[in-house]
């Protein structure tokens, strides 16, 4: 038996996973132990948690796999270094930093010091882990790799062709050019300053005007080649300034990455406490727009070079749901596949099965398709019993009623008809979900077809910024009826239209300009998540539900303990752990 542990470590959304002769055990990001948003460093709770689920001890793992390599691209940065004025202490600060990387079985020792490690390590370059990746649990023999990223290894994009167990990386976008830096440094432009704070922009794009795109094209220059360079004018980063990313106990934070001709360019930036006005919103829209005309650029000659119709997508940008909905319309690809944890997090896959590949050779044939996202832990009926029993106080101070429901079909029906009454449900089931998104093991629920639903999440629970959509759960044999587009999306990683005639039918889940960030439930994928939503369907006619991740300005919960207290911290009304029913 081979084992291989892979590794997203120092840097933001640590995480880890287990291999086992090529098939995926679990996977886990550390925040979800940590209880802090996008924890970064060296993570010792999601290793420890990946070798309980297997019943092994580190031991037993043969090969460790970290999708970082410090010498990838050595002769480029040192040229870099020497030609481009970046500041010394800059240089000395960086090589410090790769110093500590490097010594991961000297960090697995001290992160867990009652375990022996004497196996392999593997430092695996950083967009060749987000390639494998994507590829190696695609459902595909053949598919274009793409990456695009931030940085990573200094490249912040990189491309080729899986074909079997092989990946070619072809081609490369170097430091200092970077879209993922362009979309962060627009966030950060517009007012949203936190660490991963892009997704806000892509939700306030559609309420916007592309004004601003004339003006981006000076930003973003595209190539021939079907590649794209910055205009390093408007940045900061790639003089070192500005670049001085860190991670401190545990929390990732950039500088700032734009530079004052930013601001001669396009007027001054938001303030993140001033409200927004169109001009913010246009340029969101703007930025939306750039990002998608260099993606869609760069996959017209991706696909013209390698002539096949299906693509793999990674690297942070591959959260673009809303460029990643538009791949069949815009660009000649006819298959897309993107796994549940695209960006960092999700480059532990990727470094555990590249190795794994080289390591077993003509043996390791691909095996392994990643359909669904539940690799995380798990609570058994009697952890989820004690757990209860010990907040029994607390319930009763709320005035909350508990049942043990056995049944499955009427556990479902008694939730589906309390969506249906306009009522805030916190669903916990079975494995917590891979990668950022809930997908029905630790969703918040509610009904799709309230105008007023997203009002009272925001009230009740999230808080959060009132553009920003609420995402539907749908059957997957109902998309066609709902949906323009009728394909898979089972990790909600693309955005489709809501077909016209249906968009006021479910209005909580129908963004300002018709879209829906859906995600396609199937009976082989999550059963019981399937039945909630089709007695939801024979209820009311609608078969989507409204999910939001189950949590409260907190990483996604984990335990059923976390998940109690966001219930009674909050005003939730029904929670449903395993087979409790429990209501106010
Ligand atoms: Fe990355």
Redesign the pocket.
Known sequence: MTYVLGLNAYHADAAACLVKDGGLVAAVEEERFRRIKHWGGFHSESIRYCLEEAGISLADVGHVAINSDSAANRWRRLAYALTSGVSPGYIIKRLRHRGDRADVAGNLRRALPDEKFTGTVHAVE??LC?LASAFLVSPYDKAVAV?V??F?DFSSAAWGLGEGGTLSVDGRVYFPHSLGVFYEAMTQFIGFPHYGDEYKVMGLAPYGEPAYVDKMKEIVRLKDDGSFALNLRYFRHASGEGANYSVKEGIPSGGRLWSDALSELLGPPRDPSAPLEDKHRDMARSAQVTYENAFFHLLGALHERYRTDALVLA??CAYNSVANGKILERSPFKHVYVQSAG??AG?SIGAAFAPWHKVEGDKARRHFVMDHAYWGPWATPEEIAVAISRRRADFEAAGCKIMRIADEATLCKRTAAAIAEGRVIGWFQGRLEWGPRALGNRSILGDPRRADMKDILNLKIKRRESFRPFAPSILREAVKDWFETDDDVPFMMQVFKIRPEKRKEIPAVTHVDGSGRLQTVTWAGNPRYARLIQIFGEITGVPIVLNTSFNENEPVVCKPEEAIDCFLRTRMDVLVLGDSFIER
Request: hydrophobic share 0%.
């Open positions: 950083h967009h987000h990456s990223d931030g990573g690297g942070g960006g960092d480059g």
